[in-house]
């Protein structure tokens, strides 16, 4: 049909499978084994639901926001809220990734990124890891037109000091550095202290994982209130209103509520921690992880076959059959039950 | 900041103000004076919070999707889901409007649509309407890359037969034709008939307006099964879950209930046409409006003036100062009640 000669054909991001089968294990997409926050469940119950037929309030005038500036205590111009971090993301890259020189990013790592460089017609080059799974630095001194890379890095887990990032942002200060910390909640140091001294830099954080939120679709960012607010240009060119009700409503409960934040990325590090030995033991080698999941493979037995096998335990699990990680699973870390159980899985299939 | 050179800069749309000072009549942004369906609200009240730990389902796999291929009488494969009808046109601008060709819609229409062309970079042409505001049908059977435009039309309320859209869309097969249907329960009819006979023709719908749902940002577009891929390709290109469990559950409990929606759209057209006779008696004029606003002009006082003075009665209506339409107010309908204000206080700011 000729109205296809226009249409922008893209190849899009795959997500973890959502099987919809009860009972299963979902080890696949690095959710939070835990639940929200009970004052999620409690400011849920007063919502009014007549509110819903007025249009949200503008995302950085809310409660949500308020309480996202006091906890980092960061300034109120320096937050913008979205749609889960891809909605963030996918909009740092339209904001600021509109150069003819190409963005870098690691070879492995969030596999959305080249996918949003070509939604939105942007040259990339992609930066293979070291045999470590590390990034490195010299690749990132070269010229271009934006970097992007997450830390710790996802599917590895692999964590860069905050000093190595600062050399990065430091000799690239003509162009935006965006340091994606869905997973700075399990141990690591976040490099949020240097949107002060450096105007090129953006966090992006998410709810999804050590908030237990991936079902309301929350994601931030942080930088210099420059930043921000270009940010905020190109996307009240897109959509006004991104954030319903709810969501707002329902994050800035979830915020009331640091104890328990606390406590349930301690239990996932403990987890892990123990999850480690255990695949150790199994024969499984792995980098450190400072991630809600662990990026294993087995020293025998192929991944694929692995992760075949587990399915039919109903244990889904995650596996890329891309070149250098297609012997690696990447195995969300579940309630120490869930985790037992893979244990247990991973004893049969691997004997 | 050299940074800023890669940055794309852009001039947001403004949407219409959103006072948060208690008791004013909000008549500015075509929101329902009523409150969602009470269905929407039992399904609140049983919503487990627990289930927000996880990703919601992919929006065209849920009940929401199922409910809405059931009520239009679609397929499965026919419709896309997006947060409110701004994020679904946004996408389809993204997708469809990929040519060196320019776009063509109304000089006076929505005022998102050029904001998006900008922001994407797409070509565009604005089509005068004529001195009756009525859309000419010769200025879109020349060459462009793609056309769209509201029917009804906003701000001005005049809606246009289906048969010269479909005169609009047989002329123009090798390009996307959007038709903007975010007004079309409040009295007009549909051109959804004519997606099954072309397979180049868009229709999209909100739940911000007739159904009383701004607040949970939810908008949906139907079309032929190709075009339909071509946008989810897009979609899943920028962020795989746009909508939140939340929004999800509430809209489909909102589909539930057609007597309500029925009953809600009825009051609306009475409150209008009564409407049209008050503002006729104290001196405006108005195309026929299918909408659920009234875009007037006074025979004497300036909108302008009339737009300051009703503020502060409290009474938020909305006025442009752009070419053609700065003697004109839309104003939304409210209750009967909010109307009778209104009434009161022009006849006092008219005298």
């Known amino acids: 049909m000729k109205w296809e000669d226009n249409v922008r054909k893209v190849v899009p991001y795959v997500a973890g499978e959502q099987p919809q089968k009860k009972g299963i294990i979902k080890l696949n997409t690095n959710e939070c084994p835990y639940p929200p926050s009970p004052k999620v469940e409690g400011r849920m119950k007063q919502m009014d639901y007549q509110d819903l037929r007025l249009y949200p309030e503008f995302s950085e005038k809310t409660m949500l926001s308020d309480m996202l500036v006091s906890y980092h205590g960061i300034g109120k111009e320096q937050i913008f809220i979205g749609v889960g971090s891809d909605d963030v993301l996918s909009m740092a890259f339209l904001t600021f990734f509109?150069?003819?020189?190409?963005?870098?990013?690691?070879?492995?790592?969030?596999?959305?990124?080249?996918?949003?460089?070509e939604v939105y017609g942007i040259p990339y080059e992609v930066k293979p890891l070291d045999d470590d799974f590390c990034i490195r630095r010299e690749d990132y001194l070269k010229e271009n037109g934006g970097i992007v890379f997450p830390n710790p890095n996802a599917p590895t887990g692999v964590f860069m000091d905050v000093s190595e990032i600062e050399e990065i942002i430091a000799a690239n200060r003509d162009v935006v550095v965006i340091v994606d910390e869905a997973y700075i909640d399990f141990g690591g140091t976040s490099a949020l202290p240097l949107i002060n001294k450096y105007d090129n830099l953006l966090i992006v954080r998410t709810f999804s994982k050590?908030?237990?939120?991936?079902?309301?679709?929350?994601?931030?960012?942080?930088?210099?209130?420059?930043?921000?607010?270009?940010?905020?240009?190109?996307?009240?060119?897109?959509?006004?209103?991104?954030?319903?009700?709810m969501a707002l409503e329902l994050g800035a409960a979830c915020m009331e509520d640091d104890a328990y934040f606390k406590e349930i990325c301690s239990k996932i590090i403990a987890t892990r921690e123990r999850t480690a030995k255990e695949l150790t033991a199994l024969g499984f080698t792995f980098p450190p992880s400072y991630g809600n999941f662990?990026?294993?493979?087995?020293?025998?037995?192929?991944?694929?076959?692995?992760?075949?096998?587990?399915?039919?335990?109903?244990?889904?699990?995650?596996?890329?059959?891309?070149?250098?990680?297609?012997?690696?699973?990447?195995?969300?870390?579940?309630?120490?039950?869930?985790?037992?159980?893979?244990?247990?899985?991973?004893?049969?299939?691997?004997?």
């Open 294 to 351: 662990i990026f294993a493979a087995h020293n025998k037995v192929k991944a694929q076959d692995i992760f075949e096998k587990l399915k039919k335990h109903d244990i889904y699990v995650r596996y890329w059959n891309k070149p250098r990680i297609d012997n690696y699973l990447r195995i969300t870390i579940g309630t120490d039950e869930q985790m037992d159980a893979l244990f247990a899985a991973l004893r049969e299939i691997l004997a």
């Open 210 to 245: 050590s908030r237990a939120m991936a079902g309301a679709r929350i994601g931030y960012a942080m930088g210099n209130e420059r930043l921000i607010r270009y940010l905020n240009d190109v996307k009240y060119s897109v959509n006004s209103y991104t954030m319903n009700r």
């Open 98 to 117: 509109n150069s003819d020189k190409p963005v870098f990013f690691p070879d492995i790592t969030y596999s959305f990124y080249d996918v949003w460089a």
